[in-house]
């Protein structure tokens, strides 16, 4: 059987001192592909101060209130969420990719723990997976979850065929019930477009970690923090074209794909992480997302860690 590949929808700042970019800076790849100091935002991303699960919640008020607004359109392909349904088919080649990778590969029967569902683009996509039997996905925003449980009603597949496969939660990840065995985990937790949007990264990913069965997977897409991401993503996305709604994103939360590898390898608590993945991605007007070789040290990426056993293996 082929990889499962959705299809794509219809053709078609606190920082002040970054607006004192010249041309001549902005033109120099030595330059703007260089990752950001992480000490001028440690006070909001610091991976090192948190050892815990915490049962406080990462949510951020006001993300959710940017995307409730939002929450009409969103499964519109032309409108405010295009990139996102663009994007759908790539998050489904680098899943594809992360199993394949797996020793055994699961080939059946997976669980899928989707968080930050949104409206339900990524959701309702993995639900219509062959292999996978359940996707539990949860969204703090009861407007956006709303617009998720409607479209899903508009599928007979999971109002009468299979109603169990696909459940929406107005949750957040703190708010979910612990599992108490592997079979209660999950083979693949997602977070697509969502860690940039938490206020305490490390903490928010210290909850996700206990969902996860040996074997399965963490994965994610976000962006790097450099100058490169900061004048694709804030100057031209959301000034410029106006592909992405502005004040969506907030650049001093931009991770680098090196921070989150550096996180996960310090992590023992929950286990032992690595077989670590990462792919860029750059969106070409006119022609969609695009992998691109290198991506992942200066602009938008997908990145993914793989739980590989229940505690760490002996030194």
């Known amino acids: 059987m082929p990889p499962f590949r959705p299809p794509l929808p219809g053709r078609p700042n606190n920082n002040r001192t970054l607006l004192t970019l010249t041309p001549l800076n902005i033109l120099s790849r030595s330059y703007y592909h260089r990752a950001l100091p992480r000490q001028a935002i440690q006070h909001r991303f610091n991976f090192t101060t948190t050892t815990t699960r915490t049962t406080s919640s990462s949510v951020n008020p006001s993300e959710i209130s940017h995307f409730d607004a939002l929450a009409s359109e969103w499964w519109n392909p032309y409108g405010s969420s295009r990139l996102l349904h663009l994007m759908n088919p790539l998050r489904h080649d680098f899943i594809n990719a992360c199993l394949l990778s797996s020793q055994p590969s699961p080939s059946k029967n ?8 949104g409206g339900g683009i990524f959701a309702e996509s993995a639900a219509r997976r062959p292999e996978v039997i359940s996707v539990t996905a949860i969204d703090p925003s009861s407007e956006v979850l709303a617009v998720a449980k409607a479209h899903a009603r508009q599928d007979p597949l999971f109002t009468l065929q299979q109603p169990e496969k696909l459940e929406y939660l107005n949750k957040s990840i703190e708010e979910l019930e612990v599992p108490k065995s592997p079979e209660e985990q999950y083979d693949i937790l997602s977070l697509f477009e969502v860690i940039e949007h938490v206020d305490r990264p490390a903490t928010f990913l210290k909850s996700c970690m206990p969902f996860v069965k040996p074997g399965g ?27 992405v709604p502005r004040g969506t994103h907030e650049w001093s939360k931009y991770i680098n794909e090196k921070e989150l590898r550096e996180f996960f390898e310090k992590q023992k608590q929950e286990g032992a992480w690595g077989s670590f993945r990462a792919m860029g991605v750059i969106y070409v007007p006119g022609f969609g997302w695009r ?5 992942e040290r200066w602009g938008n990426y997908f990145f993914a860690a793989r739980k590989d056993s229940i505690s760490p293996p002996p030194s």
């Open 110 to 117: 997976l669980r899928f723990l989707d968080i930050g569902c």
């Open 291 to 295: 992998e691109v070789e290198g991506g």
């Open 217 to 243: 997977w963490i994965v994610m897409s976000t962006m790097a923090r450099t100058w490169t991401s900061w004048f694709t993503t804030k100057v031209m996305a959301e000034d410029v074209l106006r592909i």
